[in-house]
């Protein structure tokens, strides 16, 4: 079997697994659903009061919503692994990945893939599709949408594994800081405008949710910046996933087996 073959096989064995508890896709489902509809509730609530949130329409701010569900939908779906590893390193599960002749962290983050990421993608998508269709926005923006989902999906993802690094240092069957970038995800939602400066160099800079989603909107919606912003994403993007695999090498150099 060649070696890509090896991650799509682990990916569907275990995805066939977890579809094996039809109640639990459901309520996953539907419960991720409400969750991102609730903060739709919560930012109608807001449009209220003011028509625009730091010079981006309902319509716009709808748009980037899409834009991080669907990123965290896929992240959930195909990485979601990563969340584990905490636990992972306290039993000694690592050992028998050690064994195999693969890419170990490719390898490790498909084998677990969460049910209610449908939530969030359908949810998602069903934003982004109804934001761009309101705005009239042009194919060219419709065809730029998959290389910004992916870009961000890919960030998320190398965040996630940069912070759950950090457990080959420490002891606990909980990685808390793990947190960190899923929270910072969340705040993305919104235009980095309406958040005071530190925060705004923090989600463009350190964790730099914004170059996925905010500067290619501001670009898309004539908000300011230029073409040239749109080619911020996929450097970025890079330049974090040579981040989390470095993380991620230098986290196995410390791993110490839990014995027999």
Aim: aromatic share 14%; charged share 10%.
């Amino acid at each position: 079997m060649k070696e890509p073959n090896v991650y799509l096989a682990a990916f569907k064995a275990a995805l066939q697994a977890k579809l094996e508890y039809r109640t639990d896709l459901v309520v996953g489902l539907i419960t991720s659903m409400l969750l991102q509809l609730a903060a739709l509730c919560f930012l109608t609530i807001v449009l209220q009061t003011t028509p625009e949130l730091g010079g981006f329409r309902g319509a716009e701010v709808v748009f980037l919503f899409g834009l991080v569900a669907t990123c965290l939908g896929a992240s959930e779906l195909l990485f979601n692994q990563i969340w584990l590893l905490p636990s992972s390193i306290v039993m000694g599960d690592l050992d028998r990945l050690l064994t195999y002749p693969v890419n170990t962290l490719l390898f490790y983050l498909v084998t677990r893939p969460e049910l209610h990421a449908f939530g969030n993608l359908l949810t998602g998508l069903c934003y982004i599709g109804g934001s761009l269709w309101f705005l009239g926005a042009g194919w060219t923006t419709w065809l730029s949408v998959p290389v910004w989902i992916a870009c961000g999906t890919l960030l998320y993802t190398s965040l996630l594994v940069i912070f759950a690094s950090i457990s080959f240092r420490t002891l606990g069957h909980f990685g808390q800081q793990l947190f960190i970038p899923h929270n910072l995800l969340q705040a993305s939602r919104y235009p980095l405008s309406v958040y005071p400066a530190w925060l705004r160099g923090l989600l463009l800079v350190m964790v730099p949710y914004g170059a996925c989603n905010y500067l290619p909107a501001s670009v898309l919606f004539g908000k300011g910046g230029n073409a040239l912003w749109l080619l911020i994403t996929p450097l970025v993007t890079a330049v974090f996933m040579l981040l989390a695999h470095a993380a991620w090498k230098a986290g196995l150099r410390r791993y110490e087996s839990s014995g027999s």
